[in-house]
Structures are given as structure tokens and as C-alpha cells.
């Protein structure tokens, strides 16, 4: 059994790959996060009214990241806090991205709360659910 410390370490570079992921709009780093035969993923993006269901919802969102964002800039996170429960494990951050939209449309600017669960499977911690919304008024 994985000590709470490496389990922590773990999804620390699990956070940085999802970061570091939207900062580069590497759609395969991305994906690599989640447990693609868990048969009730969720992804829960604020700019969608709809929950994204299932491995094949996901993949079509992240693949469809270029055709509206040309590049990014930066993607921050802040406010970590982390905790794992056996075999299950939640992240909280807020987050800031900054890029620029496909056509022209100049700089694009995104703030948001994120609650990431992910549980282990065969010894490597993954995706389940994602969950993000608005910072609200400040």
C-alpha cells in the first residue's frame, strides 16, 4: 500500500499535467488523466449548460480545444488542497487561464473552481470526475 505521501506526490503531478496541459492545449496530455473504462465519467465545464458523460465526451471536449482557442499563455493554480481516502482521492484548486481565441478574437481570459475525484487503479491514481465552475462575485 502506497504511504499518504507518495499518494500526495502522485496527484501533485497528476494537478501539473492537467496544468501543464492547458497551458500547451495538449489534448493527449489531457486525456491521459482519466480512467477511460470507468463507466460513469463525468466533466462538468462551466461553459457547457450540459454535463460531458463518458470517455468518448471527454475526448471529443479536449479535441475540440483548438477549434475556438489559438493558443495559450499561461495556466495557473492556486489554492490547492488535496486529500485521499483509501482508494479514492479529491483535489480543490482555482485556477486562471490566459490565451487567445481562434480568428482573431484577441485574449481570452478564464477564472474558475475546479473539485477533481480520482481513484486508484492498479496502483495509478486517475480521473473519475471533474467538476468546475465560476469563482462568483468577489
Do not use: C
Amino acid at each position: 500500500m502506497a504511504s499518504v505521501d507518495t499518494d500526495r506526490q502522485q496527484l501533485t503531478a497528476l494537478l501539473e499535467q492537467y496544468r501543464a496541459g492547458f497551458e500547451s492545449l495538449d489534448v493527449a496530455k489531457l486525456q491521459a488523466l482519466w480512467d477511460r473504462e470507468y463507466p460513469q465519467l463525468l466533466y462538468v465545464p462551466q461553459e457547457r449548460a450540459q454535463v460531458v458523460r463518458g470517455w468518448m465526451g471527454i475526448a471529443k471536449y479536449y479535441g475540440g480545444l483548438r477549434s475556438h482557442l489559438a493558443r495559450a499563455t499561461r495556466m495557473t493554480l492556486e489554492d490547492v488542497t488535496l486529500d485521499v481516502m483509501g482508494e479514492l482521492a479529491f483535489a480543490f484548486f482555482t485556477y486562471r487561464f490566459e490565451g487567445e481565441r481562434v480568428g482573431g478574437e484577441g485574449a481570452f481570459t478564464n477564472d474558475g473552481r475546479v473539485s477533481f475525484l480520482f481513484h486508484r487503479k492498479a496502483g495509478t491514481w486517475m480521473a473519475i470526475h471533474y467538476h468546475e465552475s465560476a469563482p462568483g462575485p468577489g
